[in-house]
């Protein structure tokens, strides 16, 4: 089982140490848009789940 | 034996206390620990230990980093170590709680044991919520009610027009929305690795907290330890932090009676932990791991993580131990701590 399967597990049970700080950023940007832009919460989730798809992608390779 | 953890402050002096009550009690070793400055500093000092193949015998660490050493090879197998044990039965494994259990379990292989866990909580001004009617010993139990609070609490005192007090503040991170958007019904990602926090739950969560922000102006942004401080010195009522954050708290004077309690639920009443774990490398030398193995089992074993429990906050890792003289009389000279021990 690769490293990454393994934090995924450990992302829904609870949450992998390695990526908290990319979502956390993800999730700030997210805010940021919120209160800047007025970008919708649905617009908001989107964006951080795209970018967060986009580092896990680039952390496998 | 060296022992590396990013453990400071208070949290730091309890864990030294507990090891020199350790090394007196066990002739043939001792541990010595060496404290790193903060995790990111731990992982690096580990990984580069790793790469010089010089790593200590036990360190403090998180899920994915044991993940990265399970793949490494460098890892000692705990189960290999207490099957070989006659003093630790299958009752003591038992007894440690299952989610602990599985989150240290990789593959069906239990690499890493619990060692600090900790849950969100809150962190509330009775005396605020006295002076605004509302029972002090009654924490929001709902989000509904959660926000129907901060609309309460939030208020301009001195009658110049500008908010000088506050319901809550938010600060933004993975672990207050992780634990929304599970309560929200959701998750961060699906079995296959794809991110699913955009779902319907993760919009109901982000909703939660712009509602706040800007529909009813009862809460405010914050970083690093602004929302800690900000609650110390009576400006918001309610704060959420780690369980951990009073022992931190306790540092300074607390000029009001405070409470703690449960995160309020939604849809469900999950609650992630969070805290990290503690591994044994290999050293070649199974006598040096077996010392190692000795060390892990006196910690966790229900007298030491009762008391690691009531002079830190930290999770007890065994279900025996929340039945434990420690425990008990603790939570009996201190009934507030039930919130959140």
Redesign the interface.
Known sequence: ????????M???????????PA??GF??E??DG??RSRIS??E???R??KK??EY?EAEKK | MTFWHGLSGPLGDTLNEMIAEFNKTHDDIEVVTIPISS?TAL?QKLMASIQAKKQPDIAQV???????Y??AGVLCALDSLFNEDPNFTVEDLEDIYP?FR??NT??GTMYSFPFNKSVRAYFYNKDEFYRNGLDPNYFPTTWDEFRHYNRILTRDTNGDGKIDRWGTNLN????Q??NLLHQAGG???DDN??????SDA??EA??F??DM??KDKSAY?VRGYEGQNDFMAGIVAMYEGSSVSITHMRQEPINFNIGFAPLPTHKTNQS???GANIVVFKSGDRKRERAAWEFIKWFTAAEQTAYWSVKTNYMPVRRSAMQSDVIQNFLAKYPIYQGIL
């Open positions: 089982m690769s490293s990454w399967k393994l934090l995924f450990s992302l829904n049970r609870q949450h992998g140490f390695k990526a908290r979502l956390k999730l700030e997210a805010m919120i209160e919460p649905r908001a989730v989107d951080a789940a967060f798809a896990i | 995790y992982s998180f899920e994915s980093w044991t993940a990265k399970i793949e989610v599985e989150s990789f593959d933004i991170n993975e672990w929305f992780i998750r961060i990602i690795g794809n991110p699913i926090l955009n993760g919009v982000l909703q907290l712009v922000l800007y942004l992630a932990v969070s």
